[in-house]
């Protein structure tokens, strides 16, 4: 006879893979997977699309009726916590209900402090059996972003970083073009496809006047461009002013850029001025300001300073970095992190669940950012 406990991860594994389809396409609701398994059988599944549109359990009961499956008695696993609340849809809770499921495997419990557990509650309540925490630590990473915005009303930060071995991001002239594979660039397109806006720095712009757009991956709406540029420096031509996603950029100025450059960039671009310090951007302000705008996944690209400023701050939660199997060198040369360095090793910032993989001739690893010890 089949372990229950095995075949409760089995199916919940099915569900995670089905969450994982909506990568970068939910903003602001989490990613969602839906299982509907009868007698061992898979009757229904489905995974949420996109806010708005049905939760991944309603898409599952929808595909066990289209495929004529009696719903009563059957089993669903899925990797967040049912709904519980009226919003742009209807609780999930009230269609389980209607549909006689007899029991609910859960994955993560609702992150947010308002509905945690109670969607859990009201099935139980209502006779459901209920299970919970089944691949919980998969299904709340699935949902790092997601769970970060949604207690603090402010975007996760993962910064991005492609580096030679020597940790390089360019050569001394300035050169940067390009350090990795194609690889490695298609796994940082993933990357950037699953984040809700996209920042750089000024110097960056006026550098390589970046598109910043999403390549080969299906989004709703494109992400926010962001531009750190307190003396509103961005050209008038530079890309993110003039193509046809100008409306989506957002350039973040301070009190001291001239009125003349920020009426002009205003005319085609969003422009925010925000709070400084020091006559550079204040990041949390900045964060809270893309936090209202539901951004919950904010994709950095900048360069050393911006790096540097994001970590000193405390403010950046995951790195992805890539490194290619070159040493460029140089005195001057730009690096991933500048800043003023660290007197000890015990100020580092650390990585936390390390993973790595080889992307051709490159190498890509990515963790949770810890801070400094002590």
């Known amino acids: 006879m089949a372990d229950p406990a095995a075949q409760d991860a089995l199916w919940m594994r099915r569900a995670l893979r089905l969450a994982r389809r909506g990568w970068g396409r939910t903003a602001p609701n989490p990613m969602v997977g839906a299982v509907l398994v009868r007698d061992g059988r898979l009757i229904g599944q489905g995974w949420h699309h996109g806010a708005g549109l049905p939760h991944a359990e309603i898409e599952a009961i929808q595909d066990a009726r289209r495929r004529g499956e009696r719903l009563r008695g059957a089993t669903l696993y899925v990797t967040l916590e049912p709904c519980s609340t009226h919003g742009r849809t209807a ?77 390089r991001i360019a050569t001394r002239t300035g050169e940067s073009k390009w350090l990795t594979g194609e690889a490695a660039r298609r796994w940082a397109m993933r990357g950037r496809a699953g984040a809700d806006a996209v920042l750089v720095g000024v110097n960056t712009v006026l550098a390589d006047d970046p598109a910043l757009t999403v390549r080969g991956f299906a989004k709703p709406r494109p992400p926010w461009r962001v531009v750190l540029d307190s003396q509103a420096r961005t050209p008038l031509n530079a890309r993110l002013v003039t193509d046809d996603l100008a409306a989506r950029t957002l350039v973040v100025v301070t009190r001291r850029a001239p009125t003349e450059r920020v009426r002009r960039l205003r005319e085609r671009v969003q422009v925010w001025q925000a709070p400084s310090r020091g006559g550079r951007v204040e990041l949390g302000a900045l964060l809270r300001h893309l936090g209202g705008l539901e951004v919950t996944h904010l994709w950095v690209e900048g360069g050393g300073q911006v790096h540097a400023a994001f970590l000193e701050a405390g403010l950046a939660h995951r790195l992805w970095a890539f490194y290619a199997p070159l040493i460029l060198g140089g005195e001057s040369a730009p690096r991933a992190v500048a800043g003023k360095g660290l007197r000890f090793p015990d100020q580092a910032v650390r990585l936390s669940e390390v993973e790595s993989r080889r992307l051709g001739p490159d190498l890509w690893v990515s963790g949770r950012l810890e801070a400094p010890r002590g």
Do not use: Y
Not at 107 to 122: E, F, K, L, M, Q
Not at 133 to 152: D, K, M, Q, S, T
């Open 91 to 167: 609780p999930c809770t009230e269609a389980i209900l209607a549909a006689g499921l007899r029991r609910v495997v859960v994955g993560a419990i609702d992150p947010n402090p308002a509905h945690a557990g109670r969607g859990v509650a009201i099935l139980r309540q209502a006779g459901v059996e209920v299970q919970t925490g089944v691949l919980a630590a998969e299904a709340a990473r699935l949902n790092e972003a997601f769970n970060h915005w949604i207690v603090h009303r402010t975007p996760f930060v993962t910064l991005k970083v492609a580096m030679s071995l020597d940790g």
